[in-house]
């Protein structure tokens, strides 16, 4: 059994975990060099048609591919081809309807819609990145069928494709924007992000072609196997990933609309400070508005501290995203033990799933809040004020940890049909970083500094929810206790470690040099320690490719 656990897993987890590596590793040479070349205003367009695009890409992806995955694994398991490609050609009828729509609605309504989230500059990067709503949408028909196999090579090479196109595409458009086109800083550098985000676009559109050709590949090596199953009826299996998506989409949506709705808030409260006290606006913001039409000087001074904000988003966003290789190898797996009725195994899967996560985020968690001042530094010299920066990054570092175990045990109460579950957790924390939020950016002492602690309250509320719920309903539940402990030990007394070195060396060369040796300094603790404690369990290591001869080595038992 640890043998067929680890071909539809580990094997999965791997494969994802290294495309996401190469992801993410792509992400952070794009969005490193693009918060350097956008100024902090111009990242705020950036992002918030980031915001408006997730929204939509949520409603069109979030519940559809999990559903679809879940079905087509307890088809496959069973043995009936028919079965899975019907469910398939349903659901890809589903994919590309919403995704038509979405680009419809982000193509038609940018402008409303950038006024709406209270940044109307945004409005060239709304549109920039409509082609890739839909794009997404129709190859997450093909993702969900591939995971559904187990098969994560597809998923993680079109990942791969799409983020490859992003960086090359997005910062060689925005590079020449703001060498070559004329006109003012402010035009400039709007125009520049808008060039940044259609990179997004292209990216999709061969990524999109390489997994529709992948799909059509192996269509034609399968021609002539013919199976005896008879499929169920389109409409009912329209109705049965619709029972399973639509709550599972309400959770993410609401993730989404919170993020929208607080990015209004925030941008709202801080526009009002700068009313409220003009004496704080720059001569710089002044002069913007009068010589080319900017925005408004009091919105001018909002973004740009909404903007650190956002540029340290994007780094706490990184040890979330690997988490997406585990959650999509989670669901059909636990789902395929569980058609089987081997409750064991999938308990003893979902146990492996929460450590695996925790061992990687608990320390990129702690690297994060120990060195957020020297980190924001390193990666944005000249661009932030690291008094406000540091803080911001460091309480972040909190948060993504609670993300992560969301993230983790969202995929085990979706893969035992307790979808609606997660939708509630989100909906209270939602209402939770609202209020925070309001309360604190509100705060003319606090300011932005307000907006991450609302983030970590949020999701310390859905994880704390969430792992409620498991040990409520789950029939096995996993040990939470023996999946966190080690991997938090390991994690602390890493920071720890990080935060002395980086203290001490920097004194004597400077907070760069002295964060990287750091980090180098977190690095080895932490590899050392997840050795000396034996972090890995016997059975984790058994479900990895080479892992029994692993656990002999370093004499787990």
């Known amino acids: 059994m640890a043998k067929e656990r680890k071909n539809t897993f580990f094997g999965g987890v791997a494969i994802l975990m290294v495309g996401s590596l190469l992801v993410k590793l ?70 590309l309807f919403m995704g038509l729509v979405s680009f419809v609605a982000m193509s038609v309504f940018a402008r409303p819609l950038s006024v709406l989230m209270g940044d109307d500059s945004a409005v060239w990067c709304v549109l920039a990145l409509s082609p890739s709503v839909l794009c997404v949408c129709v190859m997450a028909s093909f993702r969900g069928y591939y995971q559904g196999h187990s098969n994560m090579l597809p998923t993680a090479v079109s990942q791969i ?32 992000a808008a060039g940044a985000i259609l990179g997004v676009s292209i990216g999709s559109v061969i990524a999109l072609v390489y997994i529709v050709a992948h799909y059509f590949r192996d269509r034609f090596r399968r021609r002539g196997q013919a199976a005896a199953d008879q499929p169920e009826a389109g409409a009912s299996i329209l109705v049965r990933l619709l029972k399973l998506a639509i709550p599972i989409t309400l959770g993410s949506a609401a993730i989404s609309l919170v993020t929208i709705i607080d990015t209004k808030i925030v941008l709202s409260l801080l526009e009002r400070m700068y009313t409220d006290l003009p004496q704080l606006i720059s001569p710089e913001a002044v002069a913007q508005q009068l010589t080319d039409g900017g925005v408004r000087p009091e919105l001018y001074m909002a973004q740009g501290l909404k903007g650190i904000y956002d540029k340290c988003m994007a780094i706490y966003n990184l ?145 704390a929810l969430d792992m409620f719920f498991i040990r409520r309903v789950v029939p096995t539940p996993p040990s939470f206790l023996r999946a966190f402990a080690k991997p938090l030990v390991a994690s602390a007394l890493m920071g720890a470690a990080a935060w002395a070195v980086c203290g001490l060396v920097g004194r004597y060369v400077g907070p760069r040099l002295g964060c990287l040796v750091g980090i180098a300094a977190g690095v080895v603790v932490y590899f050392a320690l997840v050795v000396l404690l034996k972090v890995f369990s016997k059975e984790d290591l058994e479900l990895m490719p080479g892992g029994e001869k692993l656990a002999k080595i370093l004499r787990i038992r």
């Open 161 to 192: 494709i799409e983020s490859l196109g992003k960086l090359v595409f997005g910062l060689v458009l925005a590079w020449v924007v703001l060498s070559f086109l004329p006109g003012a800083e402010t035009y400039r550098q709007r125009m520049a």
């Open 26 to 95: 792509i992400g952070a040479v794009y969005k490193i060099p693009l918060g350097n070349l956008l100024s902090n205003e111009s990242y705020v367009d950036f992002n918030t048609a980031y915001n408006v695009y997730n929204l939509f890409l949520t409603i069109a992806t979030a519940g559809l591919p999990v559903a679809l995955s879940k079905t087509v694994s307890e088809a496959h398991a069973l043995g009936r081809q028919n079965q899975v490609d019907r469910v398939f050609s349903v659901a890809f009828k589903a994919f």
């Open 319 to 463: 040890p979330s995203q690997l988490m997406v290789a585990i959650t999509a190898s989670v669901i059909p797996a636990v789902s395929a033990c569980l058609a089987r009725r081997d409750f064991r195994a999938a308990s003893a899967t979902s146990e492996s799933a929460l450590r695996i996560g925790m061992i990687l985020a608990l320390p990129m968690g702690a690297g994060l809040f120990a060195l957020g001042g020297p980190i924001t530094q390193l990666l944005f010299p000249g661009q932030m004020d690291s008094s406000i920066a540091g803080p911001i990054m460091s309480v972040l570092g909190l948060a993504t940890v609670f993300v992560c175990v969301m993230s983790l045990c969202n995929s085990i109460l979706q893969a035992n049909g307790r979808v609606g579950l997660p939708v509630l957790a989100v909906a209270v924390g939602g209402v939770v970083k609202i209020a925070v939020n309001y309360l604190l950016v509100g705060n003319y002492d606090i300011n932005i500094k307000g907006a991450p602690i609302g983030t970590l309250a949020c999701f310390a509320v859905v994880a």
